[in-house]
């Protein structure tokens, strides 16, 4: 799908994005999703400690409807800024609509693609990203240029995805999961939208190789925790 597409899909989806999103995971996602922001804090924690930047700027790429700028912002100092991007204004406006009922002013919200980042290098502390690697991968050598992007801006990267188990088992009984519940469920909810997109699950690189990736285009230190048997991984990317 090219930006347009991705932006009017999910501007389609937005409304319905929270429920399906929870419900078809039957919730976890939203533990998945605490990972992430569990291993951000830490990565967080070291920055403010070693007390080298006055403000700490936090950009969730691919932010969505906002969980996790809303769940970082409260938590971080209230001084430090969080940018949400995202190509989507319909998933940003219900991110607005949920941070202003929370009362938070340290987010800012921000249409843009992640291969164009309007930002100087190294202007960003850390970087979070959940769920978007994989509307972003088609093929490894196009990938690169998002991240290329990532490196070039931030310095931390923490990244969550669906990942593919190494026991052959499981990965049968998750893909089996997916083409049964993702893909038909999936093509139910989001009339509008195209099943390809389930498919990315399961073309995305596994932890390792995602590991090999993020360190082939620069990033000097990459760990990564798998969840669930590695249907999800966490890779924290270090410049
Ligand atoms: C599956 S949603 C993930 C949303 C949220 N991070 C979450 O955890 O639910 C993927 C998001 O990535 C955004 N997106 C896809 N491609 C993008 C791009 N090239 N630049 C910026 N945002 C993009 C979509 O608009 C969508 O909101």
Known sequence: MNLKEIAWAFDKLSNIYDLVSYSMSFGVTIYWRKQLIRHSLNVYNIIKSQNTEKKVYILD??????????????????????????????????????????????????????????????????????????????GEKNFEVYLKEILRTCKYYVNLETSQPYNPVIKFLYYLYLYFIIIILGSLFFRHYNREYFKTIMKFPDAKTLKEILLSIGFKEVEYYKLMFGMACVHISKK
């Open 61 to 138: 790429l691919c932010s969505g409807t906002g969980d996790i700028a809303i769940n970082l912002a409260k938590r971080i100092d209230k001084n430090d800024i969080i940018l949400a991007l995202d190509v989507s204004v319909g998933m940003l406006r219900k991110l607005i609509e949920k941070y202003k009922k929370l009362g938070y002013n340290n987010i800012i919200p921000i249409v843009a693609d992640i291969s164009k980042l309007p930002l100087k290098n190294d202007s960003i502390s850390l970087a979070t990203m959940s769920f978007g690697a994989r509307s972003l991968y088609e």
